[in-house]
């Protein structure tokens, strides 16, 4: 009660783990609010795979992670944030862009594709499950870790790629019939331990923006 008491000053350590590109575009702005406003409090961030934020927030070594779509897992609890949609990606004036909604699955597995790195636990974007269900084979040459580097990759060839919304502003999405694939982004913690309240405000802050 006394660590909960709006009376007591706010400090400690913390290391937050957050998916490549939502750290400095979403997360740290919000950060900055809570750090700025209490002097005592320190922390590390760090940018990883969503499977990673995962599985090192199941271990312990993170109090906090951000995340897309992360797996189940009986060590953390999972708080939805926000949805957040799937767009196939591509440059601006890409072929693809140009051909009938008939003919798009065939067209979609002739086209390179980029993909993020494999790594045990990343639901959606990895495996394509969705595409694949409407008979797309995505031939996959560029692989990433990030989703920047994603974006460069498109931007400069007809390589297209399977992005979250957010990413995908300044690209054009490719339009196939029936496609719809909601995915979402959520704060995760260990199971095991009590929530801060540094930690709680970061997650309230994220909802309302």
């Known amino acids: 009660e006394e660590l909960q008491s709006d009376t007591v000053e706010w400090e400690g350590r913390f290391k937050i783990g957050c998916t490549h590109g939502l750290l400095d575009r979403w997360v740290l702005p919000q950060w900055n609010k809570i750090q700025n406003k209490h002097a005592k409090i320190e922390v590390e961030f760090y940018s990883l795979r969503s499977a990673q934020v995962v599985e090192q927030v199941s271990q312990g070594y993170l109090d906090l992670g951000i995340c897309y779509a992360p797996t ?28 009938s909604p008939d003919k798009l699955v065939s067209s979609l597995s002739e086209y390179q594709c980029a993909s993020p790195k494999a790594f045990q636990g990343i639901e959606v974007c990895e495996n394509y499950p969705t595409l694949r269900a409407m008979g797309v084979k995505p031939r996959v040459t560029f692989i990433f870790d990030s989703y920047d580097v994603a974006i460069s990759r498109v931007k400069g060839s007809d390589t297209w790629c399977l992005l979250p919304k957010s990413f995908s502003s300044a690209l054009e999405s490719v339009s196939l019939p029936g496609w719809s694939d909601e995915s979402f982004i959520a704060a995760i913690a260990p199971s095991r331990r009590p929530p801060a309240r540094a930690l709680n405000e970061l997650v309230r802050l994220l909802k309302e923006v």
């Open 72 to 99: 189940s897992n009986p060590f953390v609890t999972i708080e939805k944030i926000k949805k957040e949609s799937l767009k196939i990606s591509v440059r601006k004036n890409h072929p693809l862009l140009k051909i």
